[in-house]
């Protein structure tokens, strides 16, 4: 349960005339910015959270704080603010944020509404000076894949240097088959085609049945 001040209980009750969104980003390099949807800058948690910059709360999935939802802000970008160079150059990757409601009256008074780190941001617009900025929250990062699957489709790129495909015509779907027969390069699949799959539990000997191993597999 979110514990909600008194005072931003007692905003919400008058029509919450007084409240504001406020954010704070903090870049691995420890560089922190600040932004808010009032209509003037704001001293808050130290640091100036500018207004103007057009940032306003997106939709949201879940909650950030123990779920793997995410949400959404979206904002313009400026020289003030976000530079598209620094987001082209990764300066933004994996910054945490922290999203608030603020009493703007009295930056002492404010609930923290959840936390995340920067999964991507979507430059928009045919000028691109407007921006998306997705949000995880912590857990999101205990769903993420480490490594690699075992599954019966090769996981590399065709023509990449896992591949080894200098030259490759035509479009592959993965499969052990269509390696073998389309490019002979069975050598470099990345694959594992002898992997039962999950119907594999539920087969039992049938007369006629070739046991020949196939139906194990992703080899056919």
Known sequence: MRDIPAAISAALTGGAAKLCHAWI?????????GFTDHDRDLWFQDVVCVAGSGWAAGTAHGELGLESGD????????????????????????????????DWTDTRHFVAMGSGRLARIEMRGQDQAAFVAHIEGPAARLQRI????????????????RCG????????????????????NVVNFRGFPDLPGEDFVTLYPR?????DGASRGGRS
Request: glycine share 10%.
């Open 25 to 33: 980003l903090t870049r691995d390099d420890g560089e922190q910015m």
């Open 71 to 102: 949400r959404s802000v979206s904002g313009v970008l400026s020289a003030a603010a976000l530079s598209a160079e620094d987001i082209r150059a990764g300066l933004y990757d994996g910054a945490r944020i922290a999203t608030y409601v603020v």
């Open 146 to 161: 480490i490594g690699r699957r075992y599954t019966p489709l090769c996981d590399a790129r065709l023509g990449d240097a």
């Open 165 to 184: 495909l200098s030259d490759p015509a035509g479009t592959c779907d993965k499969r052990y088959a269509t390696c073998r027969d389309l490019f002979a």
């Open 207 to 211: 007369s006629g049945d070739a046991l």
